[in-house]
């Protein structure tokens, strides 16, 4: 009698977290469906609440052959790719030499990198930009991609992953002499895809969508970057929004892929690694 009794007051309880549950779920979608259903709209029913009087392809046909949406995606595409590429190599090397290398130095060296993390763009805005300017790479691929390659989480994450790999392993490939180096690419490395794959879905998307730092680096229309590009769809006084909801579902659609095929790699990664 008495299990029956707490079941039935579970029960209640269970449905009332489904009920919330569901809710926001339906508060995080509801924006989504807005924004797929308006950019079918015509122009002029953009904030009219309700269903389109008559679905329509002129949106996304316009930002597609009016604009040069197709340069500003290959941009973004080409910095996003670079940046994590190159970031992974570097990360991977740093954490590793953090969680495997006795040195003098390490935990501060460690601490000083994870404090990095409280330091924001903005703050860092002016500096960076001089810097750049002074180095002559200002309206240029370089001048995108090295500034975004550092960044203290890609360290953090692949330090404590690694931290959990077994050291038996290295011992043994200590044994047939291989070197530091060797070991990190032919042992650690393999073992890590989980987290490797969780970071480039995370730095990829971070890159695809930056807009304060490729605002600010670059001045040519031929490298602006997909998001800088639609904000030009905006004007002073006039804003062809129903313009800029098609191309924003547009330059959604890589970021949405990657994030798919790479999910599972995430959550792995974060289960891996010790973060809660």
């Not at 950019?39 to 008559?54: I, T």
């Not at 011992?171 to 690419?185: M, N, P, Q, S, T």
């Not at 807009?211 to 997909?226: K, S």
Request: with cysteine; net charge positive.
């Amino acid at each position: 009698m008495q299990s029956e009794t707490r079941v039935g007051r579970r029960r209640p309880r269970i449905g009332i977290r489904a009920l919330v549950a569901y809710l926001i779920a339906g508060l995080t979608v509801a924006p989504l469906l807005w924004l797929l259903v308006t950019v079918f709209k015509p122009g002029d029913e953009v904030f009219r609440p309700g269903l389109p009087s008559r679905l329509t392809l002129d949106n996304i046909t316009y930002v597609l052959t009016q604009i040069p949406l197709g340069r500003y995606v290959f941009n973004s595409a080409v910095v996003s790719v670079a940046v994590t590429v190159i970031a992974l190599a570097l990360h991977s090397m740093a954490a590793y030499a953090l969680a495997r290398l006795r040195f003098p130095g390490r935990q501060l060296i460690f601490s000083v990198i994870i404090s990095t993390l409280l330091v924001s763009l903005p703050v860092i805005l002016v500096p960076l930009f001089l810097v750049v300017r002074e180095l002559g790479l200002l309206d240029s691929y370089a001048g995108l991609i090295l500034p975004a390659i550092f960044h203290a989480f890609g360290i953090f994450l692949l330090r404590q992953y690694y931290l959990n790999i077994p050291k038996e392993l290295e011992e043994a490939a200590d044994l047939d002499g291989c070197g530091y180096f060797r070991r990190w690419w032919t042992i650690v490395l393999p073992l890590s895809k989980p987290a490797l794959a969780s970071l480039s879905v995370l730095f990829f998307l971070a890159n695809w969508n930056a807009f304060l730092w490729p605002l600010i680096a670059t001045q040519d229309p031929d490298l602006r970057m997909v998001q800088v590009g639609i904000s030009t769809l905006q004007g002073q006084y006039v804003s062809g929004w129903h313009y800029v909801l098609a191309a924003t579902v547009v330059a959604a659609v890589p970021t949405v892929l990657a994030f798919l095929v790479g999910q599972r790699w995430l959550v792995d990664a974060i289960k891996t690694s010790g973060l809660k």
